[in-house]
């Protein structure tokens, strides 16, 4: 049986991945993306900021809101919760941003949410380079 203690460190180590893997992606096109730009935007200390990363330590509800808007991504993406929900919420953005992408590959549906982040950003990022 998995203890409430066991479960929330389980999700503080998914939220603290998908937080660092989301901004070293964004840091790839821009180097601004570090933690201490990050922990700015947001109103923390950067050493807070590490911490979230690290999985050590749980940003209040407010923050993991912030943190969602800095990074354009949903709150559950962020908890890794509601996947299906995620993918379709990037599937529609990426098919309202870029109407002209052609999106007739049918394994859309088949992706992750990471995945789907992923063809989203290389999509805006082909499109800014014309």
């Known amino acids: 049986m998995v203890q409430v203690g066991e479960r929330s460190g389980s999700y503080?180590?998914?939220?603290?991945?998908?937080?660092?893997?989301y901004r070293e992606k964004l840091k790839e096109t821009n180097?601004?993306?570090?933690?201490q730009y990050v922990?700015?935007?947001?109103?923390?200390?950067?050493?807070t900021?590490?911490?979230y990363e690290n999985g050590t330590k749980?940003?209040?509800?407010?923050?993991?809101?912030?943190?969602?808007?800095l990074f354009d991504v949903t709150t559950d993406y962020l908890m890794g919760r509601n996947e299906d929900n995620s993918k379709k919420a990037i599937i529609e953005k990426i098919s309202e941003e870029f109407p002209d992408a052609d999106l007739m590959f049918n394994d859309l549906?088949?992706?992750t949410a990471e995945q789907l982040e992923e063809v989203y950003d290389f999509i805006k990022f082909k499109l800014h380079k014309k």
């Open 39 to 47: 922990a700015d935007q947001i109103g923390v200390a950067r050493v």
């Open 12 to 21: 503080m180590i998914e939220f603290g991945s998908r937080l660092r893997n």
């Open 31 to 35: 180097k601004k993306w570090t933690q």
């Open 109 to 111: 549906a088949n992706m």
């Open 49 to 51: 900021y590490t911490a």
């Open 58 to 69: 749980m940003p209040p509800f407010d923050t993991v809101n912030r943190i969602a808007e």
